[in-house]
Protein backbone atom coordinates (compact mmCIF):
# COMPACT_ATOMS: atom_id res chain seq x y z
CA UNK A 1 0.00 0.00 0.00
CA UNK A 2 1.47 3.20 -1.05
CA UNK A 3 1.78 6.66 0.46
CA UNK A 4 0.91 8.25 -2.42
CA UNK A 5 -2.83 7.00 -3.47
CA UNK A 6 -4.94 9.18 -4.18
CA UNK A 7 -8.39 9.97 -1.53
CA UNK A 8 -10.42 10.53 -4.10
CA UNK A 9 -10.31 6.48 -4.52
CA UNK A 10 -12.08 6.13 -1.13
CA UNK A 11 -15.65 5.67 -0.47
CA UNK A 12 -16.91 6.80 2.49
CA UNK A 13 -21.07 6.14 3.45
CA UNK A 14 -22.88 7.13 6.48
CA UNK A 15 -25.85 5.58 8.20
CA UNK A 16 -28.75 7.46 9.75
CA UNK A 17 -27.64 7.72 12.98
CA UNK A 18 -24.66 10.73 12.80
CA UNK A 19 -24.93 12.31 9.09
CA UNK A 20 -23.55 15.48 10.16
CA UNK A 21 -20.58 13.99 11.73
CA UNK A 22 -19.98 12.14 8.43
CA UNK A 23 -19.92 15.10 6.40
CA UNK A 24 -17.75 16.99 8.66
CA UNK A 25 -15.29 14.01 7.99
CA UNK A 26 -15.22 14.13 4.11
CA UNK A 27 -14.86 17.89 4.66
CA UNK A 28 -12.17 17.67 6.32
CA UNK A 29 -9.98 14.90 4.09
CA UNK A 30 -11.83 16.59 0.91
CA UNK A 31 -13.62 14.18 -0.37
CA UNK A 32 -17.33 13.28 -1.14
CA UNK A 33 -20.02 12.04 1.18
CA UNK A 34 -21.39 9.00 -1.44
CA UNK A 35 -24.90 8.96 -0.56
CA UNK A 36 -26.97 5.99 1.11
CA UNK A 37 -30.46 5.29 0.28
CA UNK A 38 -32.51 4.22 4.15
CA UNK A 39 -36.34 3.43 4.24
CA UNK A 40 -38.70 1.02 5.70
CA UNK A 41 -40.99 -1.27 3.95
CA UNK A 42 -44.68 -1.73 5.01
CA UNK A 43 -43.81 -4.31 7.46
CA UNK A 44 -40.99 -2.61 9.12
CA UNK A 45 -38.46 -4.10 7.51
CA UNK A 46 -35.51 -2.26 6.47
CA UNK A 47 -34.22 -1.04 3.22
CA UNK A 48 -30.36 0.32 3.02
CA UNK A 49 -28.90 1.02 -0.87
CA UNK A 50 -25.19 2.24 -1.06
CA UNK A 51 -25.74 4.61 -3.90
CA UNK A 52 -22.34 4.62 -5.79
CA UNK A 53 -20.01 1.05 -6.22
CA UNK A 54 -17.65 -0.10 -4.12
CA UNK A 55 -16.09 -3.03 -5.92
CA UNK A 56 -12.21 -3.06 -5.88
CA UNK A 57 -12.90 -0.17 -3.62
CA UNK A 58 -11.69 0.68 0.10
CA UNK A 59 -14.92 1.73 2.02
CA UNK A 60 -15.74 3.46 5.25
CA UNK A 61 -18.69 3.31 6.47
CA UNK A 62 -19.72 5.80 9.30
CA UNK A 63 -21.95 4.98 11.82
CA UNK A 64 -22.09 5.76 16.13
CA UNK A 65 -24.26 3.44 18.07
CA UNK A 66 -26.43 6.36 18.90
CA UNK A 67 -30.50 5.58 20.38
CA UNK A 68 -32.22 3.72 18.19
CA UNK A 69 -29.49 1.47 18.66
CA UNK A 70 -30.25 -1.86 17.74
CA UNK A 71 -32.10 0.41 14.67
CA UNK A 72 -28.40 1.71 14.07
CA UNK A 73 -26.52 -1.41 14.36
CA UNK A 74 -29.15 -3.55 11.83
CA UNK A 75 -28.50 -0.75 9.47
CA UNK A 76 -24.39 -0.77 9.93
CA UNK A 77 -24.78 -4.82 9.83
CA UNK A 78 -26.99 -4.26 6.27
CA UNK A 79 -24.48 -1.90 4.89
CA UNK A 80 -21.19 -3.95 5.86
CA UNK A 81 -23.04 -6.60 4.07
CA UNK A 82 -23.84 -4.76 1.41
CA UNK A 83 -19.69 -3.76 0.43
CA UNK A 84 -18.57 -7.15 1.16
CA UNK A 85 -21.47 -8.71 -1.38
CA UNK A 86 -20.47 -5.93 -4.06
CA UNK A 87 -17.04 -6.58 -3.62
CA UNK A 88 -15.48 -3.98 -1.95
CA UNK A 89 -11.61 -4.61 -1.36
CA UNK A 90 -11.58 -3.37 2.58
CA UNK A 91 -14.42 -2.62 4.41
CA UNK A 92 -14.06 -0.05 7.52
CA UNK A 93 -16.61 0.61 9.80
CA UNK A 94 -16.44 3.37 11.76
CA UNK A 95 -18.13 3.63 15.19
CA UNK A 96 -17.51 6.52 17.10
CA UNK A 97 -19.05 5.00 19.64
CA UNK A 98 -19.73 1.66 20.39
CA UNK A 99 -22.43 1.76 22.99
CA UNK A 100 -22.43 -2.21 24.03
CA UNK A 101 -18.94 -1.89 25.03
CA UNK A 102 -20.27 -1.07 28.40
CA UNK A 103 -21.53 -4.29 28.05
CA UNK A 104 -18.14 -5.96 29.18
CA UNK A 105 -18.68 -8.74 31.05
CA UNK A 106 -20.64 -11.59 33.03
CA UNK A 107 -21.47 -10.05 36.19
CA UNK A 108 -24.41 -11.94 36.78
CA UNK A 109 -25.62 -15.57 35.92
CA UNK A 110 -27.27 -16.24 32.58
CA UNK A 111 -26.80 -12.71 30.64
CA UNK A 112 -24.68 -12.09 27.72
CA UNK A 113 -21.33 -10.41 26.82
CA UNK A 114 -23.14 -8.54 24.34
CA UNK A 115 -20.22 -6.72 23.71
CA UNK A 116 -18.31 -9.20 22.34
CA UNK A 117 -21.38 -10.27 20.49
CA UNK A 118 -21.71 -7.53 18.60
CA UNK A 119 -18.31 -7.52 17.52
CA UNK A 120 -18.58 -10.93 16.36
CA UNK A 121 -21.77 -9.92 14.07
CA UNK A 122 -19.76 -6.95 12.81
CA UNK A 123 -16.67 -8.85 11.82
CA UNK A 124 -19.53 -12.13 9.95
CA UNK A 125 -21.63 -9.08 8.47
CA UNK A 126 -18.29 -8.01 6.66
CA UNK A 127 -15.89 -5.84 8.85
CA UNK A 128 -12.61 -6.11 8.21
CA UNK A 129 -11.39 -2.97 10.56
CA UNK A 130 -12.87 -1.36 13.00
CA UNK A 131 -12.27 2.02 13.79
CA UNK A 132 -13.94 3.23 17.39
CA UNK A 133 -13.04 6.05 20.19
CA UNK A 134 -12.81 5.64 23.77
CA UNK A 135 -13.97 1.94 24.20
CA UNK A 136 -15.61 1.67 28.20
CA UNK A 137 -12.75 -0.71 29.41
CA UNK A 138 -9.61 -2.15 27.70
CA UNK A 139 -10.49 -5.77 27.23
CA UNK A 140 -13.71 -4.50 24.80
CA UNK A 141 -10.31 -3.81 22.24
CA UNK A 142 -9.91 -7.87 21.94
CA UNK A 143 -13.51 -8.78 21.63
CA UNK A 144 -13.19 -8.07 18.14
CA UNK A 145 -11.38 -10.05 15.54
CA UNK A 146 -10.39 -7.93 13.02
CA UNK A 147 -7.87 -4.64 13.40
CA UNK A 148 -9.46 -2.14 15.52
CA UNK A 149 -7.79 1.36 16.37
CA UNK A 150 -9.29 2.60 19.30
CA UNK A 151 -8.83 6.30 19.25
CA UNK A 152 -8.87 9.03 22.08
CA UNK A 153 -10.08 12.51 22.24
CA UNK A 154 -7.96 13.80 25.26
CA UNK A 155 -6.27 15.70 22.96
CA UNK A 156 -9.25 18.13 21.53
CA UNK A 157 -10.27 18.17 25.40
CA UNK A 158 -7.55 19.09 27.08
CA UNK A 159 -7.16 22.29 24.30
CA UNK A 160 -10.26 23.50 25.75
CA UNK A 161 -8.74 24.09 28.95
CA UNK A 162 -5.31 25.46 27.63
CA UNK A 163 -4.56 29.00 28.71
CA UNK A 164 -6.76 28.70 31.70
CA UNK A 165 -5.17 29.05 34.86
CA UNK A 166 -6.09 25.85 36.41
CA UNK A 167 -4.33 26.41 39.49
CA UNK A 168 -6.55 25.32 42.59
CA UNK A 169 -7.85 22.57 39.95
CA UNK A 170 -8.62 19.16 40.71
CA UNK A 171 -8.93 16.43 38.34
CA UNK A 172 -11.61 13.69 39.33
CA UNK A 173 -12.72 10.39 37.82
CA UNK A 174 -16.05 9.57 39.22
CA UNK A 175 -15.08 5.51 38.68
CA UNK A 176 -11.82 4.40 39.86
CA UNK A 177 -12.21 2.20 36.98
CA UNK A 178 -11.29 4.52 34.81
CA UNK A 179 -8.65 6.36 37.29
CA UNK A 180 -5.75 5.54 34.43
CA UNK A 181 -7.36 7.73 31.57
CA UNK A 182 -8.29 10.64 34.12
CA UNK A 183 -4.79 10.18 35.42
CA UNK A 184 -3.37 10.70 31.94
CA UNK A 185 -5.41 14.14 31.11
CA UNK A 186 -4.23 15.12 34.23
CA UNK A 187 -0.96 15.36 32.96
CA UNK A 188 -1.38 16.65 30.08
CA UNK A 189 -3.16 19.64 31.92
CA UNK A 190 -0.28 20.06 33.46
CA UNK A 191 0.34 17.34 36.15
CA UNK A 192 -2.75 18.44 38.19
CA UNK A 193 -3.91 16.50 41.60
CA UNK A 194 -6.23 13.70 41.11
CA UNK A 195 -8.67 12.25 43.03
CA UNK A 196 -11.14 9.22 42.10
CA UNK A 197 -14.82 8.11 43.08
CA UNK A 198 -15.41 4.20 44.01
CA UNK A 199 -18.66 3.90 42.83
CA UNK A 200 -21.27 1.65 43.42
CA UNK A 201 -24.28 1.20 41.08
CA UNK A 202 -27.32 0.36 42.19
CA UNK A 203 -29.56 0.52 38.78
CA UNK A 204 -29.16 2.31 35.83
CA UNK A 205 -29.54 5.38 37.47
CA UNK A 206 -28.91 4.79 41.10
CA UNK A 207 -25.42 5.16 42.34
CA UNK A 208 -23.09 6.08 45.54
CA UNK A 209 -19.45 7.31 45.08
CA UNK A 210 -17.05 7.91 47.82
CA UNK A 211 -14.07 10.07 46.60
CA UNK A 212 -10.30 8.52 47.08
CA UNK A 213 -7.81 11.08 47.49
CA UNK A 214 -7.01 14.29 48.49
CA UNK A 215 -9.24 17.12 46.71
CA UNK A 216 -7.63 20.57 46.56
CA UNK A 217 -8.52 23.87 45.26
CA UNK A 218 -12.15 25.25 44.79
CA UNK A 219 -12.81 23.65 41.39
CA UNK A 220 -13.00 20.19 39.54
CA UNK A 221 -12.62 18.75 36.02
CA UNK A 222 -15.10 16.17 36.45
CA UNK A 223 -13.77 13.23 33.52
CA UNK A 224 -15.44 10.55 32.31
CA UNK A 225 -15.96 8.39 29.36
CA UNK A 226 -19.74 8.69 28.39
CA UNK A 227 -22.37 10.14 30.28
CA UNK A 228 -25.83 8.61 29.89
CA UNK A 229 -28.10 9.39 32.94
CA UNK A 230 -25.92 12.04 34.57
CA UNK A 231 -26.48 9.74 37.80
CA UNK A 232 -22.34 9.19 38.35
CA UNK A 233 -22.03 12.82 37.68
CA UNK A 234 -24.39 14.85 40.10
CA UNK A 235 -23.73 12.05 42.87
CA UNK A 236 -19.91 13.00 42.11
CA UNK A 237 -20.46 16.64 42.14
CA UNK A 238 -22.66 16.24 45.84
CA UNK A 239 -19.69 14.77 46.92
CA UNK A 240 -17.16 17.31 45.86
CA UNK A 241 -19.43 20.18 47.51
CA UNK A 242 -18.61 18.66 50.88
CA UNK A 243 -14.84 18.77 50.15
CA UNK A 244 -15.28 22.29 49.46
CA UNK A 245 -15.41 22.33 45.38
CA UNK A 246 -17.58 24.93 44.36
CA UNK A 247 -16.68 25.09 40.51
CA UNK A 248 -17.04 21.72 38.53
CA UNK A 249 -16.24 21.42 34.71
CA UNK A 250 -18.28 18.10 33.88
CA UNK A 251 -15.87 16.36 30.67
CA UNK A 252 -17.18 13.10 28.89
CA UNK A 253 -16.04 11.95 24.86
CA UNK A 254 -19.59 10.17 24.65
CA UNK A 255 -22.52 12.32 25.54
CA UNK A 256 -25.39 10.31 25.19
CA UNK A 257 -27.29 12.28 28.05
CA UNK A 258 -30.35 10.55 28.05
CA UNK A 259 -34.08 11.00 30.68
CA UNK A 260 -32.85 14.69 30.77
CA UNK A 261 -29.02 14.53 31.54
CA UNK A 262 -28.42 17.86 29.90
CA UNK A 263 -30.87 19.61 32.21
CA UNK A 264 -30.21 17.71 35.61
CA UNK A 265 -26.45 18.66 35.19
CA UNK A 266 -27.03 22.03 33.87
CA UNK A 267 -29.84 22.39 37.21
CA UNK A 268 -26.66 21.45 39.69
CA UNK A 269 -25.39 25.06 40.84
CA UNK A 270 -21.56 23.77 41.18
CA UNK A 271 -21.49 23.15 37.46
CA UNK A 272 -20.32 25.71 35.32
CA UNK A 273 -19.66 23.73 31.87
CA UNK A 274 -20.27 20.97 30.35
CA UNK A 275 -17.69 19.51 27.60
CA UNK A 276 -18.45 16.73 25.51
CA UNK A 277 -17.43 15.79 21.92
CA UNK A 278 -19.76 15.00 18.82
CA UNK A 279 -19.35 11.07 18.54
CA UNK A 280 -23.51 11.31 19.19
CA UNK A 281 -25.49 13.84 17.96
CA UNK A 282 -26.92 16.55 20.12
CA UNK A 283 -29.75 18.08 19.00
CA UNK A 284 -28.84 21.93 18.54
CA UNK A 285 -32.40 22.77 20.53
CA UNK A 286 -32.69 22.37 23.97
CA UNK A 287 -28.78 23.14 24.58
CA UNK A 288 -27.91 24.72 27.95
CA UNK A 289 -25.86 27.75 27.42
CA UNK A 290 -22.96 26.39 29.23
CA UNK A 291 -22.96 23.23 26.65
CA UNK A 292 -20.13 22.84 24.56
CA UNK A 293 -19.66 20.13 21.80
CA UNK A 294 -15.57 19.56 20.34
CA UNK A 295 -15.48 17.64 16.93
CA UNK A 296 -13.93 14.84 16.90
CA UNK A 297 -14.12 14.76 12.80
CA UNK A 298 -9.97 15.52 12.79
CA UNK A 299 -9.19 12.40 15.08
CA UNK A 300 -11.63 10.11 12.51
CA UNK A 301 -10.17 12.01 9.54
CA UNK A 302 -6.85 11.64 10.10
CA UNK A 303 -7.04 7.91 11.15
CA UNK A 304 -8.91 6.94 8.12
CA UNK A 305 -6.17 8.66 5.74
CA UNK A 306 -3.49 6.78 7.52
CA UNK A 307 -4.93 3.63 6.98
CA UNK A 308 -5.79 4.21 3.55
CA UNK A 309 -1.85 5.16 3.17
CA UNK A 310 -0.56 2.74 4.55
CA UNK A 311 0.86 4.71 7.51
CA UNK A 312 1.09 4.52 11.10
CA UNK A 313 -1.77 5.46 13.49
CA UNK A 314 0.91 5.11 16.40
CA UNK A 315 3.13 8.29 14.73
CA UNK A 316 -0.39 9.58 14.18
CA UNK A 317 -1.01 9.45 18.35
CA UNK A 318 2.06 11.38 19.04
CA UNK A 319 1.72 13.86 16.63
CA UNK A 320 -2.35 14.79 16.78
CA UNK A 321 -1.70 17.41 20.24
CA UNK A 322 0.35 19.70 17.63
CA UNK A 323 -0.89 18.67 14.43
CA UNK A 324 -4.66 18.19 14.06
CA UNK A 325 -6.58 21.15 14.43
CA UNK A 326 -10.09 20.09 15.78
CA UNK A 327 -13.61 21.82 14.93
CA UNK A 328 -15.74 23.38 17.47
CA UNK A 329 -19.26 22.92 16.63
CA UNK A 330 -21.00 24.99 20.19
CA UNK A 331 -24.35 26.18 19.98
Known sequence: MGRDRDLSDIRIFSGSAHPALAHAICDYLGVPLQPTITSRFSNDNLYVHLGASVREQEVFLIQPLSPPVSD???????????ARSASARSIHAVIPYYSYGRSDKKDAPRISITGRLIADLLHTAGATHVITMTLHSPQVHGFFGVPTDDLTARSVLARHFQGRDLSG???????????????????MLGNLPMAAGNKTRYGDNVVRVEIIGEVRGHHAILMDDEIATGSSMIETVNQLREKGITEVSVVCTHGVFTAGA????????????????????IPEEGRPPMLHVLSVAPLFGEAIRSNFMGLSLGDLFIDWTDSVKPVRTDH
Open 72 to 82: HLLELLMMLDI
Open 169 to 187: TTLVSPDIGHAKRAAEFAQ
Open 262 to 281: LHKLAAVPEITEIVTTDTLP
